[in-house]
């Protein structure tokens, strides 16, 4: 287990956003807990998280484990944070619980089963996801990091890059503003995008894209389809059939 955290420590300290390090200028490491779950007969974590740093890695585990280091301006306990079970699914909750005068910012490190599915409701902050199964992401602010997910890939993004690589199942994502790159994904892309420029390359499926304005590059696909496009440069390539 020191192992993967330590794995685990140093992919969240690479991944940290501009918004995160401003939060660090504002707040001090106040605590550090450990939770942990047994996650036989557990298909499914939901996490439920306010403002800070959220890394998920899969592996050949037999537990949900959760490091959750603890920012505040000053010491207090007006916050929430919980992992519980209930049928086949876990949650895990991490946030301020609507405590205005009392800020709190948890960064989250969190190893689980790899096959487990993930649904994800995040208020700020870079997310990294790696090595699991199916996978929601509902997101205010904050870049996304995800690969290696076996399963489906569904994102609903309000500001910040996206990126993704190595998705077995379709993809869906719909994002506000922010540069949006994926990569081997084995089939369906459909892509809702206000600003930010989109790449997608090495899908094996049907591409359908909607942007408001921006770059589009889409290299090797089954096919394309241009819905909706406001401004910006449009590169098709290694793709046998188009709809612009």
């Known amino acids: 287990m020191i192992n993967t955290f330590t794995r685990l420590t140093l992919i969240g300290a690479a991944l940290l956003s501009a918004q995160t390090l401003a ?9 550090t807990k450990q939770l942990t779950l047994d996650a036989t007969s557990t298909s499914e974590l939901n996490v439920e998280a306010g403002a800070g740093f959220l890394n998920i890695v899969g592996s050949d585990t037999d537990s949900i ?18 992992l519980a079970k209930k049928n086949t699914a876990a949650t895990l909750t991490a946030d301020n619980c609507n405590n ?12 689980l089963p790899k096959t487990m599915t993930l649904n994800i409701t995040d208020g700020s902050g870079a997310i990294s996801i790696d090595t699991t199964s199916a996978t929601k992401i509902h997101d205010g602010s904050g870049e996304i990091h995800v690969r290696n997910i076996a399963g489906t890939l569904d994102i609903h993004d309000g ?25 081997n994904s084995q ?16 899908t094996q499926g049907n591409v359908t894209i909607s942007d408001g304005s921006g770059g589009i590059n889409v290299d090797k696909a089954a096919s394309f389809t241009l819905l909706s496009d406001g401004s ?13």
């Open 23 to 31: 939060w660090n200028d504002d707040m001090t490491l106040q605590n």
């Open 65 to 82: 484990t959760v490091k959750a280091e603890i920012y505040q301006h000053q010491a207090h306990n007006n916050y929430c944070l919980n």
């Open 100 to 111: 205005n005068e009392q800020q709190t910012r948890i960064d989250l490190t969190v190893s």
């Open 159 to 183: 500001s910040g890059s996206i990126e993704a690589r190595n998705i077995t199942g379709n993809v869906d994502i719909q994002d506000g503003s922010g540069s949006i790159y994926l990569v």
């Open 187 to 202: 089939q369906n892309v459909k892509i809702s995008d206000g600003s930010g420029n989109i790449t997608v390359k090495n």
């Open 232 to 244: 910006g440069s449009v590169a098709i390539n290694n793709v046998p059939k188009q709809n612009l």
